[in-house]
């Protein structure tokens, strides 16, 4: 053993997101490499001089690999697949760490959790690490060596709590069967930043009786062009109408502009359009990373088709999954049958408390304005904010909210391990925050995105493979087992709490 450890730093693909997180990230690795100094190996950095921005780059940087462990430093949002396809390359023997950046500037914890949605789907084995104060040696120096002089890093958790399933929930499930059985969904474009999210053809019809259909993101563009601009604008003031706060104002590089809400509700009319010329039941947009080099952002649309009070609405919901996630949009179609046709919640796993099991789900910015408060008939106190330009560079609104709903909430997600699909789900209860505590929390947290704080029954980070937990609110857990009892998957619940005992 030669007690080397390759060090694999992916980004971003967009310069501008890398230029700001870099010099964070290399004052991080600083900390990391005398971590690690300390626990008698040394650290082989694959690309020191900039972060792996593209697959090609992490193909030619693995190359260098001659380590006997590996970690994938992710200091901020990382394309999974620069993560993936390089790591597979790398000897099956050799233990590997992903390490996020735990700090709340950056969504390094989301780049992980993507990445090991990848990572488990192509079964690579992997253990996971998140650290925030990275000058704190002593805080995450047990886990590094424990990795290195072990070869592994797998904390204790409880065990995970038992769910019953009675007779109810079993004929509920059958029912969501068999409304899923013969149902369309409808992905726009092709995977998003390199996530492993995606389901196939073949997969959705033998795990769920599903067609999917494909269709090109320029089909849509085309599409909401041929929209009327008196339609869209009329879509646009029934927002307004109705409560919702567009933050409109007079530079698009810094402001959302009236023009791009215009637009964004052009495309909110051409997916309708979509739905009904196919009949699709839900639908995935992929948004980033093509349409937004373009376009203003699709998350005003998808958090509105989420809604139910919406422009020329039939009181239905459309399940609207952004970044064209598959496995997103079918948890969701699932929990709006079983809800009984309630909106459903699109969320990042973004940072947490783990002292508090306090939760941060933040996405960027597709959440209906139903979980602001669980009104049908308001869409008071959310809001529309430009998107940041450090992403976004056409801009387009979000639609955002602070959930301040009070009560119990169900949280789901289909994954793939080792190429087979599993559910995994659990509950918790939302953490209504003040005003003072939400601009406390969201400060050095994209403040203009939507807001989710959830004590949670588990600790997921350890366990879910994927960034995108899915929610809705109530108690739906023995639901969910048995839709995947009926469906013939894997259950995995990760609670080791009920929600009463929080």
Request: proline share 6%; aromatic share 10%.
């Amino acid at each position: 053993m030669n007690k080397a450890v390759d060090i694999y730093i992916p980004l971003d693909s967009r310069e501008t997101a890398n230029r700001a997180v870099w010099p964070v990230a290399a004052r991080q690795l600083k900390e990391l490499v005398k971590v690690i100094a300390k626990c008698g190996w040394t650290a082989h950095v694959l690309n020191p001089a900039r972060p792996v921005a593209s697959v090609a780059e992490g193909m030619k940087a693995i190359k260098k690999a001659r380590g006997d462990r590996f970690i994938d430093f992710m200091a901020g949002w990382a394309y999974p697949d620069f993560s993936v396809s390089p790591m597979w390359q790398l000897p099956p023997g050799v233990p590997k760490l992903l390490l996020g950046s735990a700090i709340q500037n950056f969504p390094g914890n989301v780049g992980l959790f993507a990445a090991a949605s990848g990572t488990a789907h192509v079964g690579i084995e992997t253990d996971r690490l998140f650290v925030e104060r990275f000058e704190n040696h002593d805080e995450y120096a047990g886990a590094i060596d424990a990795f290195l002089n072990q070869g592994a890093y797998r904390p204790a958790l409880p065990k995970p709590i038992d769910v019953e399933v009675r007779d109810a929930n079993r004929v509920k499930a059958a029912k969501v069967k068999s409304k899923l059985n013969g149902s369309i969904y409808g992905a726009v474009g092709p995977r998003s930043m390199q996530m492993w999210n995606k389901i196939s053809e073949a997969d959705f019809l033998r795990y769920f009786g599903v067609a999917r259909e494909g269709f090109d993101g320029l089909r849509l563009a085309k599409m909401a062009e041929k929209v009327s601009e008196g339609r869209a604008g009329r879509a646009v003031d029934f927002l307004i109408r109705n409560g919702m706060d567009l933050r409109f104002g007079p530079n698009p590089r810094k402001h959302l502009t009236r023009e791009m809400a215009v637009f964004q509700m052009k495309v909110y009319f051409a997916l309708l359009e979509l739905k009904v010329r196919f009949g699709l039941d839900f639908i995935g947009v992929q948004d980033q990373l093509d349409w937004i080099e373009h376009y203003p952002a699709t998350d005003l649309t998808l958090g509105i088709l989420n809604n139910r009070l919406r422009p020329e609405s039939d009181g239905t919901t459309v399940v609207a999954a952004t970044e064209a996630d598959d496995g997103a949009a079918v948890t969701m179609q699932v929990l709006k049958l079983v809800t009984g046709g309630q909106p459903v919640g699109f969320n990042d796993l973004r940072y947490w408390d783990p002292g508090r099991r306090l939760y941060w789900f933040v996405n960027s910015g597709a959440l209906a304005p139903f979980f602001a408060r669980g009104r049908h008939d308001s869409l008071a106190e959310s809001w529309s904010a430009r998107q940041p330009a450090v992403y976004f560079k056409q801009g387009g609104g979000t639609c955002s909210v602070v959930v301040r709903k009070p009560g119990v909430v169900t949280w789901a997600r289909f994954s793939y391990r080792d190429h087979k699909i599993y559910l995994a789900a659990g509950r918790g209860v939302t953490d209504v925050p003040s005003e003072a505590e939400w601009k406390e929390r969201s400060e050095n947290c994209d403040p203009q995105w939507p807001h989710w704080y959830l004590k949670l029954c588990g600790r997921v980070e350890w366990r879910v493979n994927s960034n995108h937990p899915i929610t809705a609110f109530g108690d739906h857990l023995a639901d969910l087992k048995a839709v995947a009892e009926a469906l013939g998957v894997p259950f995995e619940c990760y609670d080791d709490l009920t929600p009463d005992q929080l």
